[in-house]
């Protein structure tokens, strides 16, 4: 699961330092803003679950769901963009790269957190 929260923040900060060579100047600042915000917090996150596992993890989680749902719409536009309407021009893709980052740490976070609750409970009906 670190590995996951390692890789998630360093692909949001790759993406970030690319907006830099791929948009026009003012829309890439605010991209690499935006990405060394979330992709640093994730690599703290990933950090803090070195010292303490679940408060990493799970702060991990939350902000993969603020990097998701403030992708997501952008995820709906996306087969316009392939059709070849481009208004937004390459930021779209970069920022349904991140969404879909953040979806998929979300997940596994979820996923993670699940299968410990499910391992705890049996331990639990061990004791009893």
């Given at each position: 699961m670190r590995i996951q929260i390692f890789g998630s923040g360093f692909a949001v900060l790759a993406l970030g330092c690319a907006a830099m060579h791929i948009l026009e100047r003012p829309a890439a600042y605010g991209f690499l803003t935006g990405a060394l915000t979330l992709g640093g917090a994730l690599i703290l996150c990933g950090l803090f679950s070195l010292r303490n596992?679940?408060?990493?993890?799970?702060?991990?989680?939350?902000?993969?769901?603020?990097?998701?749902?403030?992708?997501?719409?952008?995820?709906?536009?996306?087969?316009?963009?392939w059709l070849g309407e481009r208004g937004c021009g390459p930021a779209l893709l970069l920022e349904s790269a991140v969404a879909l980052i953040c979806i998929l740490?979300?997940?596994?976070v979820v996923r993670t957190l699940l299968a410990e609750k499910k391992r705890r409970l049996l331990a639990e009906e061990k004791d009893d």
């Open positions: 596992r679940w408060h990493g993890i799970i702060g991990a989680g939350v902000l993969a769901l603020l990097g998701a749902s403030r992708g997501i719409e952008n995820l709906a536009a996306l087969p316009k963009f740490l979300l997940s596994r």
